[in-house]
C-alpha cells in the first residue's frame, strides 16, 4: 500500500522543456517562414506605386526584387555553419530581427539606392531564416514527428507566393506601399517571443573553420546563377551580360564542386548526395519543383491576361489551391505510414502533374467552381509530395551531418524556384513570339508552358522510383 503513495521527483527544467507540445515549434518556425515567403512576394504588384514614390522608372525597380534575390544567394550556404557555432536558437532569433530592421528600412526609404540596400538586409534575414528554422526543427522534433511537423511547414511556401501580389495591391490601394513592410515589425517581435520560449537552444561543439574558398565560390556560383536565371529575358540587364552571368555561374559551381570533394569541412557538403534518400529528396524535389516556380507567375497572368479578370478575382481563384494543402496536414502521416515513401513520392508526383496540367484545359468560359474543384484538389496532392520529399531527405543524415543537409537543400529549392518562372517564361515568351513582335499574350500561349514545366516536373519520379521499399521507414512510422 505504502508503494502506491510513492511520488516521482518533480521534473527538471529539461525535461519540462522536452514535455512540451512538439507542435509548437514548427508553428513558430513555420510563421517566421510564412513572413519571409510573403514579403518575397508582396512587392510584385507595388513596383509602380513605390517608383512614383521614389522618382525611379519602374524597370530599375526591378534591383530591388533581384537583389533580395542575390543576399538569398549568397548566404543561404553560410546558414548551417552559423548555426552551429552560434547556436540555432540564436541565430533564428537574429534572422528575424535582422528581417525586421530591413523591413523598416525598406518603409523609410526615400530613394533607390537605400531601397536596394535595404532589401538586401531583408534577404540576408531571409536566408538565414529558412535553413535554420529547417533545422531547428530537425533537432528539436522526435523523427516520429517529422513528418507532421513538415507538413506545417509546407504551408508558408505555398501561401506566400498567392497571396503576396493581391495582398500587396490592396495595401497599396487603400492605405499606403510602406505598410507592406512595417507589418512584418509585429510578426517579428511575436516571433522572437515564441522563438525564446519554445525553441531549444540547440548547438554543435567544436565546430570547424568557415570554408572561406567554399563560401566565395558557392556564393558566386549561386548569385550568378539565381540573378541570371531570374533576369533572363526581362529587360534587367543586356541579353549578353545575363548570358555571361550564368556562364559565369557554372564555371564557379563547377570549381566548388571539385573544391567541395577534396576539402575536409566544406560549407556545403556535396558528400551528403551518397545518401540515397537525400539525394532523390535533392534531385526530385529539383525537377518537382520548377511547377510551384512556375505556377505563381503563369496562373495569375492566365486569368488576368488571358481571361480578362481582375487581380482581385485571380488571387481569389489561386488561393483555394492554399486551401487543398491546408487539408493536406492531417493525412500526410498516416498516407506515409500506410504506403511509404517510395509510392506516395512515385504516384504523388505523377498525380499533381496531371493536375497542373489540367490548366491547359481553362478558358475564359469555364465555370469558376470546376477551376476551384480543381485547385483545390491539386493544391492537396502537391503539398503531400512536398511535406514528403522534406522528410525523406533526412532519413538518413545524422545530427552532425543536419546543418550541412538542411543548407544544401536550401540552395537547391532556391535555385529550383528560380529555373521554373525562368523556364515558364521562356516558353510563354517563344509561344507568343509566333504571332509577331510585339503581339499581345494569348490563351493559346500558355498550353505550351504549362506542358513544358509539367513534364519537366513529372520526371522526377526518376529519382523517386530509385528508393528502396522502405526508405525512411524510421520517420513514416512504417517499421
Excluded at 502533374?353 to 469558376?368: G, K, Q, S, V
Aim: proline share 6%.
Amino acid at each position: 500500500m505504502g508503494a502506491m503513495n510513492l511520488q516521482s521527483p518533480p521534473p527538471s527544467a529539461d525535461e519540462k522543456t522536452e514535455r512540451r507540445p512538439s507542435m509548437i515549434t514548427p508553428l513558430v518556425v513555420a510563421t517566421a517562414l510564412f513572413m519571409e515567403n510573403l514579403d518575397s512576394t508582396v512587392i510584385s504588384t507595388s513596383l509602380p506605386a513605390i517608383a512614383a514614390d521614389l522618382h525611379e522608372d519602374p524597370v530599375a525597380l526591378k534591383l530591388a526584387l533581384t537583389a533580395y534575390l542575390l543576399s538569398l544567394a549568397i548566404f543561404i550556404p553560410a546558414s548551417g555553419w552559423t548555426a552551429d557555432r552560434f547556436g540555432a536558437r540564436k541565430v533564428f532569433r537574429a534572422a528575424i530581427l535582422v528581417f525586421a530592421v530591413g523591413s523598416i528600412l525598406c518603409g523609410l526609404s526615400s530613394t533607390l539606392p537605400q531601397f536596394v540596400a535595404a532589401r538586401m538586409i531583408q534577404g540576408l534575414g531571409g536566408a538565414m531564416m529558412t535553413p535554420v528554422g529547417r533545422l531547428v526543427l530537425m533537432r528539436s522534433v522526435p523523427r516520429s514527428e517529422i513528418v507532421r511537423a513538415l507538413a506545417w511547414l509546407t504551408v508558408p511556401a505555398l501561401i506566400g507566393p498567392v497571396i503576396g501580389p493581391p495582398l500587396g495591391g490592396f495595401i497599396t490601394t487603400y492605405f499606403h506601399w510602406r505598410w507592406i513592410f512595417w507589418i512584418n515589425i509585429p510578426i517579428s517581435i511575436l516571433g522572437v517571443v515564441l522563438a525564446t520560449l519554445y525553441i531549444p537552444a540547440v548547438r554543435e561543439e567544436d565546430t570547424p573553420p568557415l570554408d572561406i574558398r567554399g563560401f566565395v565560390l558557392i556564393g558566386l556560383a549561386m548569385s550568378c546563377l539565381i540573378f541570371g536565371f531570374s533576369a533572363l529575358g526581362r529587360g534587367v540587364v543586356a541579353a549578353p551580360v545575363d548570358a555571361a552571368l550564368i556562364a559565369i555561374g557554372f564555371a564557379s559551381l563547377a570549381l566548388y564542386v571539385r573544391h567541395a570533394l577534396t576539402a575536409a569541412h566544406p560549407i556545403l557538403d556535396l558528400r551528403l548526395l551518397a545518401l540515397p534518400t537525400f539525394r532523390a529528396s535533392v534531385g526530385g524535389g529539383f525537377l518537382f519543383r520548377l511547377g510551384l516556380g512556375a505556377t505563381p507567375f503563369l496562373l495569375p497572368l492566365l486569368f488576368q491576361m488571358g481571361f480578362g479578370l481582375t487581380p482581385f478575382q485571380s488571387g481569389a481563384l489561386t488561393f483555394v489551391s492554399t486551401l487543398g494543402a491546408m487539408a493536406m496536414k492531417p493525412t500526410a502521416g498516416p498516407i506515409l505510414k500506410k504506403l511509404g515513401f517510395r509510392n506516395v513520392l512515385v504516384a504523388n508526383a505523377l498525380i499533381s502533374t496531371a493536375f497542373f496540367l489540367t490548366n491547359t484545359l481553362f478558358t475564359a468560359a469555364t465555370p469558376h467552381v470546376i477551376i476551384i474543384a480543381i485547385l483545390l484538389t491539386g493544391g492537396f496532392f502537391r503539398s503531400l509530395q512536398f511535406t514528403a520529399n522534406n522528410a525523406v531527405a533526412y532519413a538518413e543524415v545524422d545530427d552532425r551531418r543536419m546543418s550541412h543537409a538542411t543548407s544544401l537543400a536550401a540552395v537547391g529549392q532556391q535555385l529550383s524556384l528560380s529555373v521554373g518562372v525562368t523556364l515558364g517564361a521562356g516558353v510563354l515568351e517563344l509561344a507568343r513570339s509566333g504571332h509577331g513582335a510585339g503581339s499581345p499574350l494569348q490563351v493559346g500561349d500558355f498550353a505550351p508552358a504549362f506542358f513544358v514545366v509539367g513534364l519537366i516536373s513529372a520526371a522526377s519520379v526518376f529519382f523517386f522510383a530509385r528508393l528502396a521499399p522502405d526508405a525512411g521507414a524510421e520517420i513514416s512510422g512504417r517499421r
